[in-house]
């Protein structure tokens, strides 16, 4: 159960970042602004790429052993040691994404002047909401 739920988180905060843009209009000039321009969103979009990965072949060794009732000691040392990498990975791409969140959105605010702050909130909520997810995926991979 533990897996599906961090296939699922994982799978939203994949499709969280990937459509996180927007454009920023200031003083009549507008610019695209997406997550690619930010090292630690691109930092938390592998993280959750690989987790992914691993999580869903990790769901496949789980189907194929109850399938077959047999499990290799070769899968019990790749579930203790890939789960303890991976989760530390998750971990550390919500943990860069909640930091630069709030750091971006502070020094959008006090160095640009915008016509509105709504794309700026819009954008870093949307950070803010992939790194939940990260968080929440490394709660299941550690469980």
Do not use: W
Request: aromatic share 16%.
């Amino acid at each position: 159960m533990a897996r599906v739920l961090t296939v699922a988180f994982l799978v939203i905060t994949v499709i969280i970042l990937s459509t996180n843009s927007v454009t920023l209009v200031s003083q009549g000039n507008a610019f695209k602004f997406h997550f690619k321009d930010v090292y630690a969103y691109r930092y938390m979009f592998s993280a959750a790429i690989i987790g992914l990965l691993y999580a869903v072949i990790q769901l496949f060794f789980a189907i194929s052993e109850l399938a077959t009732r047999t499990k290799s000691p070769f899968n019990y040392q790749l579930d203790f040691y890939g789960d303890k990498i991976i989760s530390y990975l998750v971990a550390t791409g919500s943990a860069a994404g909640f930091g630069v969140s709030k750091d971006l959105k502070d020094t959008f605010l006090a160095l640009v002047v915008l016509d509105s702050t709504d794309p700026v909130d819009k954008l870093f909520s949307r950070g803010h909401a992939s790194a939940s997810m990260l968080l929440f995926a490394f709660f299941c991979l550690a469980l």
